[in-house]
């Protein structure tokens, strides 16, 4: 095998694989190095979203959904059902093989593509040289003329809160629980919070989930955040903002939580008794064992890769991509990095858009949004315009009996420019692809509107949004 490549790659997550396949489709000598080994010992590709994050997470969340479905609304549809229940050994074989499957389709990808891959660790040092030390064999130095650093993050352990594998756990311990905990606790209304805690909330487990920030959802369009709120709690998650954890303390077969409530600033301290405390109150920048002593790498004070907008670092051939460096932790952000800095290697066009990113929490129902909140908006000074449509009024999501929820636009009034779409309701986050297209072209609101959506779909829900900015919805009361 050679030693020297035009491009090595350290981390083959969603922001290190994708760079990695693009380098070598732009006709460059390739190498991507990643140390992830699973529980089990054994060793794969793709990173967090792949093997603890995005892909065995919304596996369970279709799994428990439909459990949920099958008991709360199947009757509704008139299928009679008795004796319904979920076997999690099956549950979670089920996301096993998924992940599997999709980890060792990167390799197939490597391998088509031409990428050499390397499982063991990566160590950048000066002068764009790396050490590469195997899972198993001997240490060797590589060398290369473009170095791409894609090593990812790791969950914030809480000191009041350590993880203990057992019966305090991270979301990868989340995603791998053999059975339902009568009593699940959750720190952090978050994503992983909201994700996690409905999975088990779905199979029965009494959820509490106790949230530092007064505010709910504070990054989300507060209108969508309420909503978000409202439908959240009904599903039965007990979410309890402007609470902070001050201790956790596992006893015998439970996990003793103590927490003040803002809320009460005169009661005493909280406590919550709970079988499982999942930790989810953020992810920090990996860099562990990443960076030689002269490597010459500067990172912030929160400890990201410091990168200018096109991911290039101080050092001269050396890049940085994905949840190392700034910018929201997302899969999608971290692969559009990677693909930009393959190209920009390779002398192409490369950019990315960091306003226009998609967000979206997958539990039901779901919740999307792209470009500014009301609020972002409203700070701005810009004289504005939003149009609300309900999901109530659209007949596709009456047919699914997903009637919650709305679509809602945000444009400028002078200009009519659209400037944030959110959406929360069935498929919100499939739905948002159309907002983040808008966008990107910068289309009016009265492109929206012209634009011919398909009946009856929940498209036509944005459409209506759209239209019902301008006080033109024709299916809704227009708000
Ligand atoms: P990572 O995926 O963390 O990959 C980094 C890789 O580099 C790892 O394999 C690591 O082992 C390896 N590595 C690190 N250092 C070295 C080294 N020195 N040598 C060799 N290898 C090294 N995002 C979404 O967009 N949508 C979702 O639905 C979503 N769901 C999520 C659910 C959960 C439970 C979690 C935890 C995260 C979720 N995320 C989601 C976030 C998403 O997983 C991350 O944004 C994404 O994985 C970041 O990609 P990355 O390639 O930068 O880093
Ligand atoms: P997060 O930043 O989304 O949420 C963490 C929450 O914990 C925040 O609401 C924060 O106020 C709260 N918090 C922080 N410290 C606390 C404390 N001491 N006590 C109580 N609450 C506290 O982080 P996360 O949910 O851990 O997710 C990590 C990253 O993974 C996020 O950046 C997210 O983008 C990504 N992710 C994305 C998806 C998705 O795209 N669907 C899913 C899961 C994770």
């Given at each position: 095998?050679?030693?020297?490549?035009?491009?090595i790659v350290i981390g083959g997550g969603p922001a290190g694989y994708p760079a990695a396949i693009r380098a070598a489709?732009?006709?460059?000598?390739?190498?991507?190095?990643?140390?992830?080994?699973?529980?089990?010992g054994s060793a794969a590709f793709g990173g967090t979203c792949l093997n603890a994050g995005c892909i065995p997470s919304k596996a369970l969340l279709e799994s428990t959904e439909l459990y949920h479905r099958a008991h709360a609304e199947f009757a509704v549809h008139g299928i009679r059902t008795s004796g319904v229940e979920m076997d999690i050994a099956a549950m979670q074989k089920r996301k096993a093989d998924i992940v599997r499957n999709m980890t060792g389709g990167i390799l197939a990808l490597f391998k088509a593509a031409g990428v050499t891959?390397?499982?063991?660790?990566?160590?950048?040092?000066?002068?764009?040289?790396?050490?590469?030390?195997?899972?198993?064999?001997?240490?060797?130095?590589?060398?290369?003329?473009?170095?791409?650093?894609a090593s990812g993050s790791v969950?914030?352990?809480?000191?009041?809160?350590?993880?203990?594998?057992?019966?305090?756990?991270?979301?990868?311990?989340?995603l791998e629980l053999a059975s339902v905990p009568k009593r699940l606790g959750v720190i952090g209304a978050g994503v992983i919070g909201?994700?996690?805690?409905?999975?088990w909330r779905r199979l029965g487990s009494e959820v509490v989930v106790l949230e530092a920030m007064d505010s709910f959802l504070s990054i989300a369009d507060q209108q969508l955040a309420r909503e978000a709120l409202k439908a959240l709690k009904k599903t039965g998650l007990d979410i309890r903002t402007g609470a902070k954890v001050t201790g956790a303390t596992v006893k015998g077969k439970e996990?003793?939580?103590?927490?003040?409530?803002?809320?009460?600033?005169?009661?005493?301290?909280?406590?919550?008794?709970?079988?499982?405390?999942?930790?989810?109150?953020?992810?920090?920048?990996?860099?562990?064992?990443?960076?030689?002593?002269?490597?010459?790498?500067?990172?912030?004070?929160?400890?990201?890769i410091k990168?200018?907008?096109?991911?290039?670092?101080?050092?001269?051939?050396?890049?940085?991509?994905?949840?190392?460096?700034r910018g929201p932790m997302l899969a999608h952000k971290g692969k559009e990095e990677g693909v930009m800095v393959a190209d920009l290697i390779a002398g192409r066009y490369g950019h990315i858009n960091y306003d226009v990113i998609p967000s979206v929490i997958y539990t039901a129902p779901e919740i999307a949004w792209v470009g500014q909140t009301e609020e972002q908006v409203k700070a701005?000074?810009?004289?504005?315009?939003?149009?609300?449509?309900?999901?109530l009024a659209s007949g596709r999501a009456r047919a699914m009996e997903a009637a919650g929820g709305f679509a809602k636009v945000i444009a400028d009034k002078d200009s009519d420019t659209i400037l944030g779409v959110h959406i929360i309701g069935p498929l919100a986050g499939e739905l948002i692809a159309e907002a983040v297209l808008a966008l990107e072209y910068k289309a009016t609101a009265e492109d929206l509107q012209r634009t011919i959506h398909a009946h009856p779909t929940l498209s036509e829900a944005v459409h209506e949004a759209a239209l019902a900015a301008d006080r033109r919805a024709i299916d809704s009361l227009n708000r």
């Open positions: 095998m050679a030693d020297s490549f035009d491009i489709q732009n006709g460059l000598s390739v190498a991507c190095i990643d140390e992830w080994k699973n529980h089990d891959p390397l499982q063991g660790h990566g160590r950048l040092l000066p002068g764009r040289q790396v050490e590469f030390t195997p899972h198993e064999g001997e240490k060797r130095t590589l060398s290369a003329k473009h170095v791409v650093l969950p914030v352990e809480l000191k009041v809160a350590p993880f203990d594998g057992r019966r305090v756990i991270d979301s990868w311990g989340a909201l994700e996690l805690g409905s999975v996990v003793v939580v103590t927490y003040t409530d803002a809320r009460n600033p005169d009661k005493a301290e909280q406590s919550l008794s709970v079988d499982t405390l999942i930790v989810a109150v953020g992810r920090r920048p990996f860099t562990g064992g990443l960076l030689a002593e002269g490597a010459g790498i500067a990172l912030d004070e929160r400890g990201f990168v200018d907008d096109h991911c290039r670092t101080g050092v001269e051939g050396v890049w940085a991509v994905g949840d190392v460096v701005s000074g810009r004289a504005y315009k939003t149009g609300v449509f309900p999901f």
